[in-house]
Structures are given as structure tokens and as C-alpha cells.
């Protein structure tokens, strides 16, 4: 019987040292997964997950034109594709208006109860 006793005092004191000891590392080593610091441009990326998508767009853009998209600034490229978005979304439009008797097309789902 003491035999027993003594094995389970030996397997507490096991359990209990596997448990704490991964808390008992130096203070000099470093706890972190990642040692280091991401950039200042990934923090923005991180935060501000639509700049990637405005750089796409005029690099989509710079593709499309090619040697003629070096007379252009990013800004007035940006304007170029917004405009060129509203005016191809205002056609759209209107060709689904000649087509669905003056509705478009989500209009007309949107009448049936579609989403």
C-alpha cells in the first residue's frame, strides 16, 4: 500500500512540473511567435485592406495603356477609372431600361422579390 501511495505523490509531482515549466523560462527569451516588428506600410495594409485594391486598380490600369499611362499621375488614373466605372454603369443601365420596358435588371429582380 505505501508503494501505491508513493507512485501517485511522484506522478502529482510530474504532472505538476510539465504544467509550470513551460512558465519558467528566462526573462531574456523572447515570448513572442514573431521577433519582428511588421512595417510601417504592412500596419496600413493591415488596417486599410481597400489601398490594396486601389493599387490594383491602377495597376490594371498602367496594363491597359501601356506606354500611354506614363503621361498619367496616379490621381488622374484614379479619376480615369471612375469615370470610365460610372459611364460603362450609366450604359449598362440604360441598355437594361430599353430592354426589361424601362426597369433594369436589378430593378426588375429586385420587383419579383429577388436579392
Given amino acids: ?36 516588428t511588421p512595417t510601417i506600410s504592412q500596419s496600413l495594409e493591415a488596417i486599410f485592406p481597400e489601398q490594396k485594391q486601389a493599387d490594383k486598380r491602377i495597376k490594371l490600369a498602367k496594363d491597359a495603356l501601356g506606354s500611354l499611362a506614363v503621361q498619367f499621375t496616379e490621381t488622374e488614373l484614379n479619376d480615369v477609372i471612375t469615370e470610365v466605372e460610372d459611364l460603362t454603369e450609366s450604359w449598362l443601365d440604360e441598355y437594361e431600361r430599353n430592354i426589361f420596358d424601362g426597369l433594369t435588371l436589378q430593378e426588375l429582380l429586385h420587383e419579383k422579390g429577388a436579392r
Fill in 1 to 36: 500500500m505505501p508503494m501505491s501511495l508513493e507512485l501517485v505523490h511522484i506522478q502529482q509531482q510530474y504532472t505538476r512540473q510539465e504544467i509550470v515549466q513551460p512558465y519558467l523560462q528566462p526573462v531574456g527569451q523572447s515570448t513572442f511567435k514573431y521577433n519582428q
